[in-house]
């Protein structure tokens, strides 16, 4: 197995307002376009699991097979072990695991899933190479990640430009890439795919109660997560700049007519069944 390397900074840490965001998320609306391929005996391997509501959505989706759940941070591997107790499901595990190096034999899994991963770390193509060599012949990588830079938003806001701006600068400070959406394809054939099937999909927010939510954790996070101490400790903002940002998310959530789209990037990946391949 390739060596461990150092992932890149995790950009948005596990603040609660960034949790607030991630325990929101479902099978349905982060996985939809990998559901119509699960079988139930599958065994999957779900990278970056965080605190595992996608990861438990797996489990009950395959209750003959096993799902294990892997996240470099250690920490929020409690709360992701919690969400699966507490649903019942006794076909999942959780485990720390480096994607750019994982601790699995050759074809583990028949489905290897990352969720808004491969924008967070070092080296993309060798992590994708990881999850091929962990899939059997035959099985699936599903690859999903949004693409900062195609979000897009209603009313215009110069805030909310900046906010774009800086979250660009400081993810990519800190070794990502948070237009990874775009270059998932690009990043699965220089892996050695070959049968890839690339679609997208969006959350879109623009109920006064999806406002809410999506302002409000966008802004506290710029003022009181991981992301908001690199910004200023990496000479990115200042904090007033960083008081600015986070009333203009609040400004636009108060708006009558916001609208809000995250587009996201989609990749499937069979691995393929001849040798040596």
């Known amino acids: 197995m390739p060596k461990a390397q150092e992932t890149a ?8 307002s960034v949790l607030r965001s991630h325990t929101w998320r479902t099978a349905a609306n982060s996985a939809a376009y990998l559901l119509g391929s699960l079988e139930p005996h599958q065994r999957i391997l779900d990278i970056g699991c965080g605190p595992g509501t996608i990861t438990a959505d797996l489990a009950a989706l395959v209750p003959e ?5 892997v996240d470099h941070a250690a920490g929020v591997l409690d709360q992701a072990r919690a969400t699966a107790a507490g649903r019942g499901l006794a076909n999942v595990r959780f485990e720390t695991a480096d994607v750019h190096a994982l601790p699995y034999p050759d074809g583990s899994f028949d489905v290897v899933h990352a969720h808004q991963v491969l924008q967070h770390v070092g080296d993309p193509v060798q992590a ?3 999850m091929l060599r962990v899939t059997v012949p035959g099985g699936l990588v599903a690859v999903r990640d949004s693409d900062y830079a195609a979000m897009t938003w209603y009313p215009p806001s110069q805030g909310m430009d900046d906010w774009l701006d800086l979250y660009r600068r400081v993810a990519r400070a800190n070794g990502g890439e948070p237009d990874a959406g775009r270059r998932l394809k690009s990043w699965a054939l ?3 795919f070959t049968d890839i099937t690339a679609t997208s999909a969006t959350w879109t927010f623009s109920t006064a109660e999806e406002r809410a939510w999506w302002s409000g954790l966008w802004a506290d996070r710029t ?6 101490e690199r910004a200023t400790e990496g000479g990115h903002a200042t904090e007033e700049q960083l008081e600015s ?24 990946c069979r691995k393929d069944t001849r040798p040596g391949a």
Do not use: K, N
């Open 9 to 16: 900074v995790y950009t948005h840490g596990h603040h609660e």
């Open 190 to 192: 220089a892996a050695g």
């Open 65 to 69: 097979g096993h799902v294990t759940g």
């Open 223 to 228: 003022l009181a997560s991981a992301y908001a």
């Open 245 to 268: 940002v986070s009333r203009a998310w609040r400004e636009w959530g108060e708006r009558e007519d916001g609208w809000f789209c995250v587009l996201h990037g989609e990749i499937l």
């Open 128 to 130: 994708l190479r990881e």
